[in-house]
């Protein structure tokens, strides 16, 4: 049977990678364990796990999509109207649309907006997850101390630049414990951090098999295995039951994605009272020019910092909903020197400079940096 995608050359190299990952059938059985959290994500119909085996005798021959490369798979999520299925490839449910297989395999148009960014910055993503697998055991040390200090959420903090917005963000979500949260988008460091935390179930989504498969090892390592999922999907659509979640969290991920599509579907999967945080860019002219005279921070396909118009369909779709500005001024000086030197201050030193930074007396419009913070 054929399996189709983007992951190409980008996502092969996560076996030598990430080799400590659970293999072949136990990491399939895990997964298949959360099944009943699954939807499909064009649909929002369940999912039901089958070999392919016996797909093909319930349903017959199943197509990918016009283009897809082919590869072997052995399992199989099929729609409960036996027309379509989603492959699972090393234990992680693919669960993007265009990657399904269809009795009829209609044609994709790859540009469209839901996921046109997800396939182009694919092979970045992917390389930069593997690459991030030598370094896997800094980030366990990173957590473990962390847990150690049992100081929410200052002991959690990870981004330096946006330390303030992010300590923002992590505050207004509250405390982790007995709750189930989503990490939308990223390798799932911040998903394991809040399991760490005493989160009780803690999910990732995101376009990028590597990354998938990273947040499993490293939740693996740390004795989570149990209480931490991973579905290859993206915001746009997400494939998770409606109303499951009490958080969704996103650093960095937001910008990059459709919001009139993505802030619909986290709030259709967060419980009533649930809430969304996310930590961001903003388009300010020092980031515009900044960014021509040094360039980016990551030589990604696209970089899109969040603007008034882009975050208007989360505004309007949430039942509170608010914007807190971060860093007007010195944050871009900071990220320059960063750029120059190849070294990057802590976080507790961002939280002291945004200190400074946020006095100036500047409209709030022009900080770059802000935290994103909605509750249905």
Request: proline share 5%; hydrophobic share 40%.
């Amino acid at each position: 049977m054929r399996c189709l995608n983007g992951w190409s050359s980008a996502a092969t190299g996560a076996h030598s990678t990430l080799r400590g990952i659970q293999g072949g059938s136990s990491a399939i059985l895990k997964f298949m364990s959360a099944t009943e959290w699954l939807r499909c994500p064009a649909t929002g119909l369940q999912l039901r796990e089958i070999s392919t085996h016996e797909a093909g005798r319930a349903v017959g021959h199943l197509q990918a999509r016009e283009g897809a490369p082919s590869r072997v798979i052995e399992r199989l999520l099929l729609r409960s109207d036996d027309e379509v299925a989603y492959p699972v490839v090393d234990g992680v449910p693919i669960l993007l649309t265009p990657e399904a297989l269809f009795v009829q395999a209609p044609v994709f148009d790859l540009t469209d907006v839901r996921w046109a960014e997800a396939y182009a910055e694919m092979a970045f993503y992917n390389y930069s997850a593997q690459q991030a697998g030598s370094s896997l055991p800094g980030a366990v040390a990173e957590i473990q101390a962390a847990a150690e200090q049992s100081t929410w959420p200052n002991a959690w903090l990870d981004a330096p630049y946006d330390a303030a917005s992010q300590l923002e963000v992590l505050r207004y979500l509250g405390q982790p414990t007995d709750k189930t949260i989503l990490q939308l988008g990223g390798h799932g460091g911040h998903a394991v951090k809040m399991l760490a935390a005493g989160a009780a179930q803690a999910w990732l989504v995101t376009p990028m098999l590597s990354e998938a498969l990273y947040g499993i090892e490293l939740a693996r390592v740390l004795g989570f295995a149990d209480r931490f999922h991973a579905a290859v999907g993206i915001a746009e659509q997400i494939p998770l039951a409606d109303g499951m979640l009490d958080a969704v969290y996103t650093g960095g991920c937001l910008h990059h994605m459709a919001t009139e599509y993505a802030g619909p579907e986290i709030y259709r999967v967060l419980k009533t009272g649930g809430r969304f945080g996310a930590v961001e860019p903003w388009q300010t002219s020092l980031h515009k020019y900044g960014t021509r005279l040094i360039g980016k921070r990551e030589a990604n396909a696209y970089c899109r910092p969040l603007t008034s118009e882009r975050i208007e369909p989360m505004r309007t779709t949430f039942r509170k909903f608010s914007l807190e500005h971060h860093a007007p001024i010195l944050r871009y000086g900071a990220l320059a020197l960063q750029k120059l030197t190849k070294h990057a201050i802590t976080p507790r030193t961002g939280l002291r400079l945004t200190s400074i930074d946020d006095r100036f007396p500047l409209p709030r419009e022009m900080g770059g940096s802000i935290a994103v913070l909605a509750e249905r």
